[in-house]
Every structure is written in C-alpha cells, then in structure tokens.
C-alpha cells in the first residue's frame, strides 16, 4: 500500500510501516497531486479533506489522528465509498492536564471554584468526571446531554468562577456552535472569572472578545484555539493573560494513541489483520518532589510536570518576530505545532513528597500523579 501522512503525526513507522510504503508531506499544504498514487492519507486537523483534494485520486482510507472531523468532508466521503476515522477521546487526558496547568500557572486554586463546561464529548466529559472526583462543583452545557446529572442552561454555565470550552466547531444544524460566545454571552461572564478555550476557535466570536478586552479585563482569558489558525489575530494575541498555539491536547501519549487508533479503524475498514505493537513508553518514571504542603504543593507539581507559560511566552515571541519583518505569524504558528517539546502526561511522573498530608496526596492521585 501506498501512505501519504501529514509529516507531525508521530508514530507512524510503529503502527503504519508494515503495511507498505510512507510518504511524508506538509499536512498545512498538502496538494491532490501528492495523492495521485495513494491508497491511505492520514491527515491532522490542519489539512481540510474533501473534493477539492481527492477527486481523482485512488485513496480509498482517510484517517485524522485527532479527535475533531469539522476538517472532513464526511458526506462526500461517503458518498465516494471512502472510509474514514478520527481518533475521538485519543488526547482527552492531555486536554485536561492542560487545563489544570493553566490554573496552576495563574495561581488559580481551582478546590473553592466553581467550574462550567461547555461542550462535555470526550475531553468535557474527561474534565467533568475529574472534578466530580476532587469534589468540585461544575456545570455543563452539551445540548446533546440533556440528562447529565450537572446539564445546565449556558447563560448558567457562563456564570461558573472557571468557564472551559471544550465543544465541537457546528457551523448548522439544531445545535451550532459557531460564535456560540458572542459579543452578548461574553459580556455576561461575571469579573474575575477566568476563560479557557480549548476546543475550537470560532467557538468564541475572537473579534467581540479582542473588542471586549480591548476596554477592560474583566475576566482571565486562555486561548490554545483561535478562529483563523494558523494567521491568529494578533492583538487579540496580546490582550489575553495566556496565549497557546493549539497544542492543548498535544501531549506525547495523545498523540500515539490517536496514531494507534486510526490503524486500528483502518484494519476494520478495509479487513487487516492487526497489529500487535507497545508503543507506550517504557522509561523510568521521573521523580519529582517539593516542600511545600497543601495547594502550593499541587501548583508547583503540575508546573514542574508542564508549564503552559513556555507556551505562550514562545507564541509571543513569535508574534513579535512577525510584526518586526521576520517569518509571518502563519508560518510562526504551524512551526511551533511542528517543533513542539515532547510533553509526557502526568502518569510518567512519580511523587516523592513523604510530608503532604493525605488530601494533598490524594488529590495529586486524581490528576494522575503517583
């Protein structure tokens, strides 16, 4: 068989190199031509898949080893016999400890707050069952969900201490979620609340929020999504305390997993046998400890384990290159999803910290730390 895969998908040679040759090309550009003798194209969210791009072509699999399908072309696909499959729920956990991170970079102890989710698939849902289990309260907007036990309406939700937006981009449909925070639902988020958008960019209306925050700051803004990827706005870029280059969900784990099951949907689709590969890690956990004792403790874990703020001062550099003449803000952007560190979740970290008291102890146990 014949592979042409986005060049960032890791793993590919682990799970894909058995079944015949691959073809690595950039995912942001990729053309019909590149796929004139393909059989498989396996894609991230940055490459839209439709007729434009296959018409013509002999792939008979699309795989996107993420979770999202707004970049597919699902119908068409369908309707030209193609099989297709994302990774639903492959970087869920990798979203979440981002989550948790960014709270502990702005100081935000999340245990007296009060949380809304808005949009609860797997990576809302994921959130949801962790603060359950670290006695938080939340509440959940997902039309979907209409029987969630914490299912509220969003002028509720958008009234939480901590508001994550994890929901799918919808651009029709009963449910659309396209500018679902316009300029009216942004104004009703209470002062002091703090904003965290990981999911899709256009999920939030960027022009009314840069518009809002450009007159005051009444809350805390985190944006890891933007409208317009990868040429974001960039003075909206430096009105929000934290900024990110869509990498929320893009730990080392999230990413193999989403490679490993996209092979596995492509052995149900076309009958292949599987492939028995270990493809997690099997180094040594790291050790990490501190002195401190109670929330200060649990921040100065989860930063030592993952600290958002590199994430964004790199964002921010490279927007200031861009304004000086350097390489432009689009190009900035992919390459930092390209050059990526490799982040390890937090279940490769072990904790030596023999004073915390148990509920400290126990609350690290949740967030995956052991």
């Known amino acids: 068989m014949r592979i042409v895969a986005d060049e960032n998908i890791p793993g590919l040679e682990t799970w894909f190199a058995d079944l015949g040759t691959i073809t690595r090309v950039p995912g942001r550009n990729m053309t019909r031509a590149q796929l004139a003798d393909a059989d498989i194209l396996l894609v991230r969210s940055v490459t839209r898949v439709d007729k434009a791009l296959l018409e013509g072509t002999p792939v008979r699999f699309v795989g996107s080893c993420t979770i999202g399908t707004d970049h597919l072309d699902t119908v068409w696909l369908e309707q030209q016999g193609i099989h297709w499959s994302a990774a639903p729920g492959c970087n869920a956990n990798s979203v979440v400890e981002y989550v948790f991170c960014v709270l502990a970079a702005l100081d935000v102890d999340w245990r007296d707050r009060s949380f809304g989710i808005v949009g609860c698939g797997n990576v809302g849902g994921s959130l949801q069952r962790k603060l359950r289990a670290l006695g938080v309260a939340c509440k959940i907007y997902d039309p979907w969900l209409a029987n969630n036990p914490d299912a509220a309406e969003l002028a509720t939700v958008l009234q939480q201490d901590v508001i994550c937006l994890h929901a799918p981009l919808v651009g029709d449909g009963a449910h659309p979620s396209l500018h679902l925070l316009d300029d009216q639902a942004l104004a009703s988020i209470k002062p002091g609340a703090v904003l965290i958008s990981a999911g899709r960019g256009a999920v939030i209306d960027n022009a009314a929020l840069s518009a809002l925050l450009a007159q005051a700051r009444p809350f805390t803004c985190v944006l890891d999504v933007w409208d317009n990827e990868p040429d974001i706005d960039l003075d909206l870029l430096s009105r929000v305390d934290l900024g990110s280059p869509h990498i929320a969900g893009y730990s080392h784990d999230g990413k193999l997993a989403g490679t490993h099951m996209v092979r596995e949907a492509l052995c149900r689709a076309l009958a292949l046998p599987a492939v028995q590969v270990q493809a997690g890690s099997t180094a040594s956990p790291r050790v990490i400890g501190t002195r401190e004792t109670g929330f200060a403790a649990i921040r100065a874990l989860l930063l030592a384990m ?53 509920s400290t102890r126990e609350q690290l146990e949740i967030l995956g730390l052991k």
């Open 306 to 358: 993952y600290d958002p703020r590199g994430d964004d001062q790199r964002l921010r550099a490279a927007a200031q290159a861009a304004q000086a003449g350097g390489p432009s803000m689009a190009s900035a952007f992919d390459q930092l999803r390209k050059q990526y560190p490799k982040r390890l979740e937090f279940s490769h970290y072990r904790l030596e910290a023999p004073h915390l008291d148990a």
